[in-house]
């Protein structure tokens, strides 16, 4: 919603104010973040966390392009608002969700996760948006109502160092996060986490083990 108007819904790319109701798609779509021709198919499909209120005009602008930078064959999220509305971060951290709670990293056998032909540039756009684009309180509320929809969370909302850790770099030092009060225990923290989901989650653990790792 916006603000406290719950009639009223924000497009996810530019911010823009949009009628809540649904219109049957005449003026805003469900926005799947991870492109449904791109490995969707299932439960994955439906899933809320991923899913955004889209102005009909910028869902067709970004149609099933890859998340990147400014440059030919990608679709950069902050374009609709000319980077006065950013939601690089936000792109990051849901990328990351579904990258390791579905496992959508070969997709059909044809797209990757990486590239043009992928769901984002590279590992490298997508950490340095996490950290130029840090958790804020909307992301968090988001998360807290997702939970009380579906009973779960987007981890790297709440601990964005595991998307650091996951592909082996270094946590930024001065990156602000929601559980970085204490920066030694948050990186603790946040490796114990590591371990725990590799443990019960086997496409987390695979994720993991194909990354390269820093010496």
């Known amino acids: 919603c916006v603000g406290s108007n719950y009639n009223k819904?924000?497009?996810f790319y530019s911010g823009k104010e949009l009628n809540g109701a649904w219109d049957s798609g005449s003026t805003w779509n469900r926005e799947h973040t991870w492109p449904n021709s791109k490995?969707?198919?299932?439960?994955?499909?439906?899933?809320?966390?991923?899913?955004?209120?889209?102005?009909?005009?910028?869902?067709?602008?970004r149609s099933n392009m890859a998340y990147g930078k400014k440059s030919?064959?990608?679709y950069y999220p902050n374009k609709e608002s000319?980077?006065?509305?950013?939601?690089?971060?936000d792109v990051a951290r849901i990328f990351l969700y579904v990258y390791v709670r579905?496992?959508?990293?070969?997709?059909?056998?044809?797209?990757?996760?990486?590239?043009?032909?992928?769901?984002?540039?590279?590992k490298e756009v997508l950490l340095e948006w996490m950290e130029a684009d840090p958790v804020d309180t909307?992301?968090?509320?988001?998360?807290?109502?997702?939970?009380?929809?579906?009973?779960?969370?987007?981890?790297?909302?709440?601990?964005?160092?595991?998307g650091f850790l996951l592909f082996g770099e270094e946590i930024p030092e001065d990156m602000p996060t929601p559980s970085k009060e204490d920066r030694a225990n948050s990186i603790d923290q946040s490796r114990c986490l590591l371990c725990v989901m590799a443990?019960?989650?086997?496409?987390?653990?695979?994720?993991?083990?194909?990354?390269?790792?820093k010496p």
């Open 72 to 74: 030919a064959g990608y």
């Open 199 to 213: 443990e019960k989650n086997p496409l987390f653990k695979r994720h993991i083990h194909m990354q390269p790792r």
């Open 82 to 89: 000319n980077d006065q509305f950013d939601v690089r971060g």
């Open 138 to 162: 909307w992301e968090l509320g988001r998360n807290d109502s997702t939970q009380s929809i579906t009973g779960t969370r987007n981890v790297f909302v709440d601990f964005p160092e595991l």
């Open 102 to 122: 579905w496992g959508n990293v070969n997709g059909n056998g044809k797209y990757t996760a990486w590239g043009n032909t992928g769901v984002m540039e590279s």
């Open 9 to 11: 819904i924000s497009s």
């Open 39 to 61: 490995g969707l198919g299932g439960n994955d499909e439906n899933d809320i966390m991923m899913l955004r209120p889209t102005a009909k005009s910028e869902n067709g602008s």
